[in-house]
C-alpha cells in the first residue's frame, strides 16, 4: 500500500470505529467508570499484523478498555496519529 491508500483506509477504519479516535490514556475510563492506564507497547511481533495495512510484524501495540489491541507498524501508527489530529 501507498501513503494514499493507507490514509484512505486510517479514515475508514476511524469512521467505521474500528480504530478509536483518541489514545488509551488516564482520561478513559472503562465500564465501572475507574481510571484505564495507558498500555503502549513496543517491539516487533512477527505473528501479529498491522491493523491498517495488514502486513505482518507491526512493532507498536496499543491497549484499549475491553482488553482490545491494535497493533501498527511505525509508519502506519505516524500516518495514524496524523489522521487522528486533523
Do not use: K
Not at 63 to 73: K, N, Q
Request: with cysteine.
Amino acid at each position: 500500500m501507498n501513503e494514499r491508500e493507507i490514509r484512505a483506509r486510517i479514515r475508514e477504519l476511524i469512521r467505521t470505529g474500528v480504530l478509536p479516535q483518541v489514545m488509551p490514556d488516564g482520561s478513559l475510563v472503562d465500564e465501572a467508570g475507574c481510571a484505564v492506564a495507558a498500555e503502549v507497547h513496543v517491539g516487533m511481533n512477527e505473528r501479529a499484523s498491522c491493523a491498517i495495512c495488514g502486513a505482518l510484524a507491526p512493532e507498536i501495540s496499543y491497549a484499549y478498555p475491553g482488553r482490545t489491541i491494535l497493533r501498527f507498524h511505525t509508519y502506519c501508527d505516524v500516518l495514524w496519529q496524523e489522521e487522528r489530529a486533523r
